[in-house]
């Protein structure tokens, strides 16, 4: 019989909704229930491609015994970390605080009034390694819950204390300047790979934001230094097994530090941040494989990822069934030279074995191969593998495909509508622009309510419970901001506005600028989470100063302009210690210390064609976070295009910067000029 779980809109929940455990979601009655019985609370935070949450499902949760003893002695919540992420925070800082590590699954114990008290991650079904079973966790917690109840409730109040009375140091109110942005990038090269590219040793990350900073970095000063890195590890990353070299997007990480082996999900943030950091680096050298590697991202999150509703789902899993009813990770992606020899006859699999890596040893599991693009002498017919890639992608979509989580994240999908409509603008692919608009409108009817507020996720064309995150904000407003730039529909502005207004009036403290994770009339948690580090995606923090310094040079709003200034004070405190972490809120204090300039474009209509070619030229502008408004003269969707008239008759650009602007020009030339300088 199901349980509670069953009403559930996440995918993730619902993955539960079977178990013999009598999950409870998040909610106020289940700590209710917990103070009733009067036992403590088991929380389980996970999502849906985490291969781990799998396993300690498989092995625990659907184990009749385990869910007997834990529905006896406990209140069971089970959270989706990705659907909460104001809980997951809360409490993965006090796993880290206790443990030194964390990670999901996220196993943790709390008294009914919420405060945590013993913390893990994953726990096996019997001792290893030495760690104890699962059951021996239950046993101990329940025990200690029974026979110390006081000691517990102590060692939970001052844990409690702790968390609340942590700060973070703000670094002032000063936006970074010069000094500060050079040590970042003096810490970045330290810390690069120069062998492989990025950033450290296994597991290596995709370092877009890092990327993104660099880009900027490289535009504003012409460091070469810069450029390189960010070039190398873009060839690396994209030549790599961590990006699918048949089906496009990359994975979440490669275990090693060569990129060779990935952890196979794939995240809907890290190809958005990707697919746009690509397309940036095109426009910065004119790479044809950053072309390729933009296009194949875009083209995979439309195919893949794409609902039925116009937006775009959060991960595909790891794991999929290996055609005996196991599910195996990675087991959709790699191959052995026997299975390219049955797709593609001895004499094409011998070719694709050189081209993509493919070895009798393998590279994975078992002798299969992760597919990469190694480097090596000679010259391979580019028909001839094109031949080849398409064959093995139709056999690869015989395969068992892996699980989607079909649930809409509102911040995620913001970010998806900035790369897919600045990579629709770049290359003249109208129909990823369609995509991106349609995943705003998607975001508009279903997530906004009559007061701008943000609901975190959808599904099904269903807007889940939970109120939207200060990243929700912050990257729902970015890729808004990004959509008016290349549309020339103001409307998205004004959408852009409406969050931000938010942003300032309930998730800004008023004294210090400090922002939060949380709003201020947000469910009030043991502490209001607040980080301002970026780690998969920008942190709400980053995002929303991005947002705001962007509708700042959109439409002069000083309010705005102020808030972004004080929220990089951060930054400035951070980025010359710890850049790896802060890579986006580099890339906007780059913005900052830049202008950003405002590039204002007008002409007779938008179909004008020396009205497209300026409004083209103006997008591929390489100076770091340039705004672009274009219309007719007598438009008033953007400010920026208030009085600015034709030059005799002929479509214009203004490019203005600091409040000084330069004389208008009709030359695409001399605008090129004018943004890369």
């Given at each position: ?11 993730y929940?619902l ?6 455990v ?7 009655a ?7 019985r ?6 389980s ?10 396993v300690?499902?498989?092995?625990s ?14 209140v069971n ?15 993965m800082?006090?796993v ?35 760690m ?5 966790v ?19 109040g001052?844990i ?6 942590r ?11 010069e ?14 790979d ?14 877009s ?41 990359f994975a ?7 990129w060779?082996?990935?952890h ?33 991202t875009?083209?995979f ?9 116009g ?10 069934d290996d055609?005996?009813?196991k ?12 299975q ?14 050189r ?6 040893e ?11 693009l190694?480097?090596q002498d ?6 001839k ?16 495909a ?5 649930k809409?994240?509102a911040a ?6 900035a790369?897919?409509a ?5 290359f003249?692919?109208?129909?990823l622009?369609d995509?991106a ?19 975190r ?5 269903k807007?889940g ?5 200060l ?35 309930r998730?800004?403290d008023?004294e210090s ?6 709003a201020?009339d ?5 502490r ?49 210690r710890?850049p ?16 950003p ?6 002409g ?5 064609e ?16 340039a705004?672009?408004?274009v219309?007719?003269?007598e438009?008033?969707e953007?400010?920026?295009l208030?009085?600015?008239?034709l030059?005799?008759?002929?479509p214009?650009a ?24």
């Open positions: 019989m199901p349980n509670r779980l069953a009403h559930e809109t996440s995918p929940l993955q539960h909704a079977d178990n013999p009598d999950w409870w979601p998040w909610s106020e289940a700590f209710a229930e917990a103070r009733r009067g036992v403590a609370v088991h929380l935070v996970g999502y849906s491609s985490c291969h781990w949450c799998h300690l499902a498989k092995e949760f659907e184990d009749e015994a385990v869910a007997a003893y834990m529905n006896e002695h406990f919540i089970k959270v989706d970390r990705e659907e909460r992420p104001d809980v997951d925070a809360v409490y800082e006090a880290q605080a206790a443990t030194g590590q964390g990670g999901w699954p996220m196993t943790v114990f709390l008294t009914p009034d919420a405060e945590p008290f013993y913390f893990g991650t994953y726990f096996p079904p019997a001792p290893r390694q030495g104890p079973s699962f059951r021996q239950l046993e101990g917690v329940r025990s200690a819950w029974a026979d110390r109840r006081d000691e517990v409730a102590d060692v939970a001052k409690t204390r702790d968390l609340a009375e700060e973070i140091s703000y670094g002032g109110t000063e936006a970074p300047g000094q500060e942005l050079a040590q970042a990038l003096l810490g970045l090269t330290r810390e690069y120069p062998q492989r590219g990025g950033f450290g040793g296994a597991p290596k990350f995709p370092p934001m890092a990327v993104e900073f660099l880009l900027r970095h490289h535009a504003r000063t012409g460091a070469d230094g810069a450029l390189q890195m960010a070039q190398d590890t873009c060839e690396r990353m994209a030549r790599g097994g961590i990006y699918d070299q048949l089906g496009g997007g979440r990480y490669s275990v090693d530090r060569d060779v082996v990935p196979f999900e794939k995240m809907l943030y890290d190809n958005a941040l990707l697919c746009r950091v690509y397309a940036h680096l095109w426009r910065a050298t004119g790479s044809e494989l950053a072309r390729r590697v933009a296009l194949e875009a083209d999150m439309v195919r893949e990822l794409r609902t039925n509703e937006g775009f789902a959060s991960a595909l899993d790891a794991d999929s055609g005996t009813g599910h195996v990770e990675g087991v959709y992606y790699v191959w052995t030279p026997q390219l020899r049955e797709v593609l006859g001895d004499d094409d699999a011998e070719l694709a074995a081209y993509f890596g493919v070895t009798d393998g590279t994975f599991e078992h002798g299969s191969s992760v597919l990469q190694p480097q000679g010259v391979f017919d580019a028909e593998i094109a031949s080849v890639k398409e064959r093995l992608l139709a056999a690869r979509a015989e395969r068992p892996p699980g989607r989580d079909d809409i994240v995620w999908n913001g970010l998806a509508v790369a897919l600045e990579t629709g603008a770049y003249d692919r109208p129909d622009v995509a608009v349609a995943a705003a409108d998607l975001l508009v009817r279903l997530h906004l309510d009559e007061h701008a507020r943000l609901s996720t959808s599904k099904d064309g807007a419970a939970n109120a939207g995150v990243e929700d904000y912050g990257d729902v407003a970015e890729g808004f901001l990004a959509l008016a730039s290349v549309t020339g529909e103001g409307v998205w502005l004004d959408f852009a506005g409406f969050l931000l207004d938010h942003v300032l009036a998730f800004t008023a600028g400090a922002l939060y994770d949380t201020a947000a469910e009030q948690l043991i209001r989470p607040q980080d301002p580090t970026d780690n998969a995606a920008p942190s709400g923090w980053s995002a929303a100063a991005g947002a705001l310094l962007s509708y700042a040079a959109q439409t002069g709003a000083e309010p705005h302009r102020a808030a972004a200034v004080r929220a990089l004070g951060v930054v400035k405190a951070l980025g010359p710890v790896r972490f802060i890579g986006w809120g580099l890339a906007v204090a780059e913005a900052n210390l830049d202008g300039r405002e590039v204002a474009v007008v007779p209509s938008l179909a004008d020396g009205t497209r070619t300026l409004h083209r030229t103006a997008l591929l502008g390489t100076a770091p976070g705004v672009v408004a219309g007719t003269p438009s008033d953007f400010p920026l208030v009085d600015r008239p030059q005799q008759g002929a214009a203004y490019v203005c910067r600091n409040f000084t602007c330069d004389a208008p020009t009709t030359d695409p030339d001399r605008l090129r000029t004018a943004l890369s300088r």
